[in-house]
């Protein structure tokens, strides 16, 4: 099984669509035989899905994750546990240990855009397809950031 955080700085990036780097852990008999980091080709939920798929990752922690990122990671195939901060090697630790507790899906991490940046990944419409709150408006979409 391979294991992949989002990574800066020695913990996991809260922000999965601009993770510099992923750390990815190679995981045998319920251990972790190795880790190494890796720099990501590219930005934004599409590039890091396939560029994760490309590395054969079965599962991704990682803190804010916007819905077309979830989308992206379910295509191809990865199981995500959301909503973690703080050291990968904690993290993949109790997630084997049966002890990793997921956040709420929280979109991109509550963080906020700069004036033009574009945005969180939830893509900015507010309809059907993204509203998961049955009302459409401001943040109907979950992730907060607008």
Known sequence: ?????????????????????????????????????????????????????????????CGGIGQGAIVSLAMAGIDIVPGVAGSPDKAVKELLEGTLVAGAVSGC?????????????????????CDISGKEGKGGCGCGCH
């Open 1 to 61: 099984m391979l294991v992949a955080t989002p990574y800066s700085n020695d913990e996991i990036c809260q922000h999965f669509g601009h993770a510099p780097q992923f750390k990815l852990f190679t995981v045998e008999d319920g251990k972790v035989v190795e880790s190494v980091v890796i720099d990501t080709v590219g930005s934004g939920h599409n590039a890091l899905a396939a560029f994760l798929a490309d590395h054969n990752v079965d599962i991704v922690i």
């Open 109 to 129: 991490g509550g963080h906020h855009h700069e004036e033009g940046e574009g945005t969180c990944g939830c893509g900015g419409h507010h309809d059907d397809t």
